[in-house]
């Protein structure tokens, strides 16, 4: 079973990207422990096999989102962004008992 990586490319002046990199580390391995551990729980898989979906302006990703959990069913959703797109995650997410995990990349990150 997968996950869903849901990234906004241009929070932070567009350190999100960068951030995900880093995360990911250069063979595709997590660099940060929890993550590392997270990925070798055979429930959530590698990140190899987690599907990405990029915030737009125009808000279509919201139903892209809402499409991925409805059908592929994610046992958890790694998110990398600012407080805005945070938002708009969790009003969707409401609707689904999947774990979040906020990455904040933002300017301010004043709620994560």
């Known amino acids: 079973m997968s996950g869903l990586i849901v990234l906004n490319p241009v929070s932070g002046s567009g350190q999100a990207r960068e951030i995900l990199k880093a995360i990911l580390g250069k063979d595709g391995k997590p660099l940060s422990p929890f993550l590392g551990k997270l990925c070798e729980n055979e429930k959530y898989g590698s990140f190899e096999k987690w599907n990405l979906i ?49 990455i904040p990349a933002g300017r301010g990150n004043d709620w994560v």
């Not at 990029?54 to 958890?76: C, D, G, H, Q």
């Not at 962004?81 to 969790?90: I, M, R, S, T, W």
């Open 54 to 102: 990029e915030t737009k302006a125009n808000r279509v990703w919201k139903e892209e989102v809402r499409s991925f959990l409805s059908i592929r069913k994610p046992k958890a959703v790694l998110a990398i962004g600012g407080d805005g797109a945070f938002k708009d995650l969790a009003s969707i997410m409401v609707d689904f008992k999947i774990p979040l995990i906020p």
